[in-house]
């Protein structure tokens, strides 16, 4: 199994975690909410990019492993819930290593699939966050895109990052690892300073 | 044409009777709402099933009589209005025998096409529940699966069962009467005793 | 290229327009939330549709000309803000050329791929309003389809008229013309004497 595998298995463990912790504040308080929400949030953008790509079998069918990553992150968010929960209000830790590691597997999925740079930035990007804009479409909350956060931004440089880098020939094991470290950066420099995205228009 | 293919269509008519009956109740009040709730409600788990399996084409597009399986359900909705609203609401009929023939086609659908039994006991469920969760999302509605009702629960648990006695060796039509049964007593003894599932955390 | 090539370029940039006029009313304010809102509104729609036809590679991972004309599409709203708001007020113009467009290029789309009549006009009505749909799911709006306008179901009287004259023989690119003339038509009456849908029940 090449790094990368290991990569996006936790990727999901992160995002089961995340995803867990989120139910728990906003929706679904129950077990099946929390898992139904847990699994959506993971897996969601993986599936959109694999769905939109063509790509079957898509992730999940293939790879059984990745449904029970997520039950991991699950059960471990059930087990250290008030430890994880003041980590992720903290330091934003599993969403923040989450986006970045499922950012780099996605450019790098449709980059091996052929499609265009600019097409792979966009698989990047919504492999990251199309599960939680799914997840807030559900429990009709306004999509965290459309709060002014600079959240896909950063997904969206970082694999802007990687599709030169790869151009330039680095290897994909280094450029995974400066691409996925700049979207870490850019959201945590974000959330410290509280940066913003321009108004689109001023009136 | 095999049984199951009967218990298909006659699924596709409880649902689009339910749609229909639903949309009533909470928006889309015109022929054109009614109707485009209806079939989403109807035929949006299936679609959900047949795109994440790669199963090509899609049910409705393979054979239009599910199309207008839908369309009879809307019709026999709107003659019947006023009595099947009250069957609907004392016996929760068209959606609790919807949901079991639902659960049991998603479930030999995926089976057929050879995927790992998680991933059939996943793909039952979706069948059966993604319709309404895609309808809830339009409407702004938070879906049932947020609700803490034993609904997509029951499905689960009929599709797991169906998995298993299907390695045992049970051929396919007792399955499909045994495990649909099961669904609908689990969700009518949820509805008689108030069931619900616990909470993920009781704090 | 064929005509038809440009009438579809043409629905995206009409779109894209449109899609950015209405995220800066309703939601998304900067300019990630308006391109994605753009982005959304107007790809949305054929995405689905091929989505759903299996039609891979999906129409702007095939065509990424697409995909900038959209961007087209937000830059001119952006600079020719306060006019095309007025236009859009006024005449309802990028939405009403953009839905007759893309109603059309969805149905010989479909045709194209050998799927039956019915499915083929569902597919023309879906690319032009899909895209629509999952906005307003997005910002937890009430979807148009909604709101008993005629609207929808102007896609859908154009599409059938595509499909009954194309049956009689009429060829490409007047049947263009003359099926999303009536869409155009139809829609702009809907406004003009304030017309509605029926209710499925007065009651």
Redesign the interface.
């Known amino acids: 199994m090449e790094i990368q595998y290991y990569f996006e298995i936790f990727g999901v463990i992160f995002y089961g975690i995340s995803g867990?912790l989120a139910?728990?504040e906003k929706?679904?308080?129950?077990?099946?909410?929390?898992t139904?929400?847990a699994f959506i949030t993971s897996l969601g953008g993986g599936?959109i990019r694999d769905?939109?790509?063509?790509a079957?079998?898509?992730m999940?069918?293939k790879d059984?492993n990745l449904?029970y990553a997520v039950l991991a992150g699950i059960i471990l968010a059930?087990i250290f819930?008030g430890f994880f929960l003041k980590l992720r209000k903290t330091f934003m830790l599993f969403d923040t290593l989450g986006i970045a590691l499922f950012t780099i597997v996605g450019v790098e999925k449709a980059l091996g699939l052929g499609?265009?740079p600019?097409?792979a930035i966009?698989m990047g990007m919504f492999t990251a966050i199309m599960g939680g804009?799914i997840r807030?479409?559900?429990?009709?909350?306004?999509?965290i895109?459309?709060?002014?956060e600079i959240y896909?931004?950063a997904c969206l440089a970082g694999a802007v990052l990687y599709v030169v880098l790869e151009q330039l020939g680095i290897s994909r094991t280094p450029n995974f690892f400066i691409s996925g470290t700049m979207i870490v950066t850019i959201r945590l420099l974000a959330l410290r300073f509280n940066l913003?995205?321009?108004?689109?228009?001023s009136h």
């Open positions: 867990a139910a728990d929706s679904g308080k129950d077990w099946f909410g929390v139904f929400t599936t769905v939109l790509l063509g079957y079998p898509i999940w069918i059984v449904l059930a819930y499609v265009s600019v097409v966009i804009v807030d479409m559900m429990i009709n909350e306004l999509p895109v459309f709060r002014k896909a931004t913003s995205i321009p108004n689109f228009k």
